[in-house]
């Protein structure tokens, strides 16, 4: 691939001001292939704190950028030594092949230049739904970091992370656990758990809490719910500085833990748990848009607390 090669990428010029315009692709090494994108998810996480300037400093991050890391494929042009062949589909969590703007996480654009060991084969029948592949590994990571054979039984947040903790801790044999959401958007679409609001739960006797609403307000309640001995992972993203009251923590001896980046091993467990049936990641897609409509799709994930997940289709681009 010559260094003139480009793609049409999302490209946030500064907060606040989006493309989706042609960017520079660099050469292929002898470990990169080519992925040509069929469909990436908007993350209303991390996407969102980079679109409103929000971002906490972050290795990388500069403007203009990419965003976005889940990226779904066929692969065009194959690293020999991989032994993946052209065609197949392949998840891609994000890329830094760009040659005239910033790769953070690089994910959002209709053809990827990507390192050939971080790009993973996924089913053909998960379709588009296999951009919730890195959620779902963050959630199997999220859950690992309890410890063995412990599980969190309060969920904080309904969205689409949350959903798919709640899930898992079912699909792997723990109890169901309850989950948090006060906005009444979000209440609905529980498989096998109830999803109440914080203000109706009575129970001050929760072992495992897990934070996926990035609202770093209330963890002094989260505090005040647990039993002595009870622990904390926090595994939204937060904006501000975090603080909690000590006495009612020291009181409980908590424990209170970050769950940072999935790794490989999350991800292989998680496609297992899909090819037994035991996860599914169905009914988490609630919108889809083409690409060339990609402006207010962002702003439609941004800001409707009716949209789940919003999946852009870059397949016409690669027609």
């Not at 300037?53 to 965003?67: D, E, I, S």
């Not at 042009?77 to 052209?86: L, M």
């Not at 790009?119 to 959630?139: M, P």
């Not at 409707?304 to 919003?310: E, I, N, T």
Request: include cysteine; proline fraction near 6%; aromatic fraction near 8%.
């Amino acid at each position: 691939m010559s260094s003139s090669a480009k793609a049409a990428a999302v490209v946030f010029e500064e907060p606040g001001k989006m493309a989706v315009r042609q960017v520079g692709l660099k050469d292929l090494s002898p470990n990169d292939c080519l992925v040509d994108i069929e469909w990436t998810g908007i993350s209303t996480g991390t996407e969102r704190l980079l679109w409103n300037g929000k971002m906490p400093p972050f290795p990388g991050l500069a403007y203009p950028l990419v965003p976005g890391y889940e990226s779904v494929g066929r692969v065009a042009v194959s690293d020999e030594n991989t032994g993946i062949p052209v065609g197949t589909r392949v998840f891609v969590p994000g890329s830094t092949g760009f040659a005239d703007v910033h790769g953070l996480f690089g994910g959002a654009a209709e053809r990827l230049v990507a390192a050939s060991d971080r790009v993973v084969r996924v089913d053909e029948s998960l379709e588009d739904e296999a951009i919730l592949l890195a959620l779902a590994a963050t959630a199997y990571h999220t859950i690992d970091s309890f410890g063995p054979d412990r599980y969190p039984d309060l969920v904080v947040g309904h969205g689409t992370l949350g959903r798919l903790i709640a899930r898992l801790v079912i699909a792997l044999g723990g109890a169901a656990p309850i989950v948090w959401e006060k906005n009444p958007h979000r209440q609905s679409g529980s498989v096998g758990y109830e999803v109440i609001n914080s203000e109706n739960d009575p129970r001050i006797d929760y072992d495992a809490i897990c934070d996926v609403s990035g609202d770093g307000s209330l963890l002094n309640d989260f505090i005040q719910r647990m039993r002595p001995g009870g622990s904390i992972v926090l595994a939204g993203f937060y904006d501000q500085p975090l603080s909690f009251n000590f006495a009612p923590a020291f009181i409980r001896e908590s424990s209170i833990k970050i769950a940072a980046q999935w790794q490989p091993s999350d991800l292989d467990a998680v496609q297992v748990l899909i090819k037994e049936n035991k996860l599914s990641l169905g009914g988490l897609i609630s919108h889809r848009s083409s690409a060339s409509a990609a402006a207010p799709a962002y702003r439609q994930a941004f800001g409707d607390a009716d949209c789940l997940k919003m999946v852009i289709d870059w397949r016409a681009n690669n027609e």
